[in-house]
């Protein structure tokens, strides 16, 4: 009995020794407590071992007082493992730290009984039984007791409250323990009583320290398995379908349910998908959206579908997985919507317009197409008088009245601001209906206070393969011509307009180059007196082409002015004449002056004062050779601003010519605000005076007026002798124009007026 008590006793023990070993590889405070309870039974039981079975009363009495003491720290252990697990004794820090401290107390007093013996002694020891005799007065011993058992009574409510409050699935471990707990005291009652040396307490503790590492780290429960997996699918939010291998419908939760519109009828389902599960193989494990309607809602779904096989690859069962998709299917939609459609008009933007109109014009080989491209005059004006939301409220209304216009087939699109375009296959195109939808367009937008005009470029394609942002361009173009040609409000694209754009980039592309090859050439035109006695020159510019030979501004300037390309030539212009008049002042010329443009856009794309004056000082001349013309337009732009600049230049020494006056509707106005020291009087205007008294007056008085302001008039234009007769009779003096000399190469000028 004694050997296989001690088997017993030993084999508990070594399992003991594995939970702890296996507890410390463990993470967490939990792991920790388990850990040091699991040692403390091992450390226990082997003192229990020593106590029994190794001779020699003081041994035995050093045993029985650790094994007492070790009885009161596995309590304490137990506890703390209670708190972790249980989430009980939390918030009791000083009845733990009492409890620790008053054990520590008992450990050092149950050392020291070793050889004082004033707790206990040991009087006889047999095979089956340990006399233990406690001192008569020694309080210390029962103190042990009670304090033992009171922590164990504590343990054993908090597990009945714990199996009381348990869900059923959780129960069963604290039920164990509660079992193991009251065993474990029982027979610790029985042995303390009886003297016997068959302590069977110390293996119902040792089993209760197996068993709470197995509860805490390797129990699961089936039932709390099946239970919780039940649970979890009822209430995802995936739906889900299971069929057995005879393909009748064995589960379904409630969000197919809902999808199908079932009760508690889960056959009601199997038709949807009876006969598709039977063309199914072992392989078929498919995954797909499938559009479903919910209710009064279609709403989509990315169904899963796998076939389950057991571990001998018999069939089992298939299931669906259903996962509602419908709200990231829409922002996708919408995600696409605003990558391919303009935000403010909903419809397509530029680049989706492009790509649909390429792929209809090139797939539809049975029809020929048209490109139906509108814009509002003077859009800008809009913006700037009412602001961006009128702006808006009209870009908005104009789509939507293009949107209404347009067929079945139509691609519309929105290009740029207030630019619009529809392709439309050519036969569908009526000019009439478009004209009056132009009408009912302006109509709408227009009210007393102001007015707007719809114009509408029309290009026919015939090149299915050319770039459909080039279709647009050609569309547009037309569109312009009729901008200020209030007659009409539809332009076709032909060939004389593709000549012109062909011009347009053609001098674009080459402009450049030209201007480093220095291909522009100055010409000069003298300006003279009566006599044909020339005080200076205008300087004009031609481009000698190495192709085309000799090109008259005519063939550039607009071109140049509307790409805003105009200042570089200026600037190029500038160069020219100050380094024409450095030239004349070193070889002792310095009463022949050269007069040099400015456009209007050298005011808004360079700053004009910075520019000349360091050209002046680079070529070191005096300012008032370099005379400046600036045309009553270019300064009406923006009136203050270049009053400013001009005043800056002339107090810098230039001398500044009105070039063109009498051209504009506030010539006399403006000659108040501006100090200038010469005028240039229109030649279209000098034209329409000929053989006219009233006009012959006005122009007298102009001429009157310049002289009395303290400003030289010159008078460009002339072309004849009795133009220059009248002019003199008025006072003018100074003339330019073809009765005197065309514009000439510079050489031919020095030549021809400075060697006189």
């Not at 001192?135 to 304090?147: D, E, P, S, T």
């Not at 009760?263 to 392989?283: G, P, R």
């Not at 779904?301 to 509602?324: E, P």
């Not at 601003?641 to 020494?653: A, H, P, T």
Request: glycine fraction near 6%; charged fraction near 25%; hydrophobic fraction near 40%.
């Amino acid at each position: 009995m004694r050997v296989f008590y001690g088997l017993i006793i030993t084999a508990v023990i070594l399992m003991i020794g594995a939970c702890a070993l296996k507890a410390y590889k463990k993470e967490g405070a939990l792991a920790r407590v388990v850990f040091l309870y699991e040692l403390g039974a091992f450390i226990c039981g082997i003192i229990f071992l020593v106590y029994t079975y190794v001779p020699g009363i003081t041994i035995t009495v050093l045993c029985k007082g650790l094994i007492m003491a070790s009885f009161d720290w596995l309590l304490i252990l137990l506890m703390y493992y209670t708190q972790y697990y249980t989430g009980m004794f939390k918030g009791i820090m000083g009845v733990k730290v009492f409890m620790i401290a008053y054990s520590l107390l008992e450990t050092v007093a149950f050392l020291i009984n070793t050889w004082t013996r004033w707790i206990f002694d040991i009087t006889d020891i047999s095979d089956d039984q340990i006399i233990v005799q406690f001192a008569k007065g020694n309080v210390l011993g029962r103190l042990h007791y009670v304090f033992a058992y009171g922590i164990m009574l504590l343990l054993i409510l908090s597990y009945i409250v714990m199996v009381e409050r348990m869900s059923r699935f959780y129960r069963f471990r604290y039920f164990a323990i509660l079992i193991l707990l009251l065993a474990a005291s029982l027979l610790d009652i029985m042995t303390t009583w009886s003297d016997s040396i068959y302590d069977m307490s110390m293996a119902a503790f040792g089993i209760m320290s197996i068993l709470i590492y197995y509860l805490t780290y390797r129990y699961v429960p089936n039932e709390l398995i099946e239970n919780t997996f039940s649970l979890i699918i009822r209430d995802m939010n995936s739906g889900i379908i299971c069929f057995d291998n005879a393909g009748r419908c064995i589960y379904c939760n409630g969000i197919v349910k809902e999808m199908y519109s079932i009760n508690d009828n889960i056959n009601e389902v199997e038709h949807n998908y009876a006969s598709w599960l039977h063309t199914q193989t072992e392989h078929d494990n498919k995954k797909f959206r499938q559009t479903i309607s919910v209710g009064d809602e279609r709403r989509s779904f990315d169904i899963s579908y796998n076939r389950v096989y057991d571990d001998k690859h018999s069939f089992i069962c298939d299931y669906f997985i259903f996962n509602d998709r419908t709200e990231a299917v829409e922002l996708l939609e919408y995600e696409k919507f605003r990558a391919t459609h303009d935000n403010l008009t909903g419809l397509l933007n530029k680049e989706q317009f492009y790509e649909e109109t390429a792929n209809v014009v090139r797939n539809d080989r049975n029809h020929t197409y048209c490109l139906v491209c509108s814009n509002i005059k003077d859009f800008k004006l809009v913006n700037e008088l009412f602001g961006i939301e009128k702006g808006d409220e009209i870009i908005k209304m104009q789509a939507e009245l293009i949107k209404a216009s347009s067929e079945s087939g139509y691609i519309c699109g929105r290009i740029q601001n207030d630019r619009f375009a529809v392709c439309m296959p050519k036969d569908s195109f009526k000019n009439e209906i478009m004209q009056n939808s132009i009408v009912s367009m302006q109509d709408r937008f227009n009210n007393a206070s102001f007015k707007i005009r719809v114009v509408v470029g029309v290009y026919d394609i015939e090149d299915v393969d050319e770039p459909v942002s080039n279709m647009c361009d050609k569309a547009f173009i037309a569109s312009e011509t009729i901008k200020n040609n209030y007659e009409t409000n539809i332009a076709y694209y032909d060939d004389k307009l593709l000549k012109r754009t062909l011009e347009e980039r053609r001098v674009i592309s080459e402009f450049e180059g030209a201007i480093e090859k220095k291909e522009f050439k100055m010409f000069l035109q003298p300006q003279v007196n009566t006599h044909g006695k020339a005080y200076g020159a205008e300087a004009l510019v031609r481009w000698q082409h190495p192709e085309r030979g000799l090109l008259s501004p005519f063939f550039f300037i607009d071109i140049l002015e509307t790409t805003g390309l105009i200042y570089k030539l200026d600037m190029y212009m500038w160069e020219c004449a100050a380094a024409k008049l450095s030239e004349w002042k070193k070889k002792g010329d310095t009463v022949h002056y050269i007069s040099v443009n400015i456009s209007t856009k050298d005011f808004y794309l360079i700053d004009v004062y910075e520019v000349i004056t360091s050209i002046v000082k680079k070529y070191d001349i005096e300012p008032k050779m370099l005379k400046l013309e600036i045309t009553e337009t270019a300064l009406m732009s923006d009136l203050k601003k270049n009053m400013e600049v001009i005043k800056s230049l002339r107090d810098y020494g230039f001398k500044i010519e009105i070039d063109d006056f009498g051209s504009g509707y506030s010539s006399l106005n403006m000659l108040k605000d501006i100090s200038a020291d010469v005028l240039k009087i229109d030649m279209a205007f000098l034209r329409a005076t000929e053989n006219e008294v009233k006009g012959q007056d006005i122009l007298e008085t102009i001429i009157s007026l310049g002289g009395k302001l303290g400003m030289e008039v010159i008078t460009e234009g002339v072309e004849t002798d009795k133009q220059l007769i009248m002019l003199t009779e008025m006072g003018c003096h100074i003339f330019q124009g073809y009765y005197f000399s065309k514009p000439i190469p510079v050489e031919e000028f020095e030549q021809k007026y400075m060697n006189e």
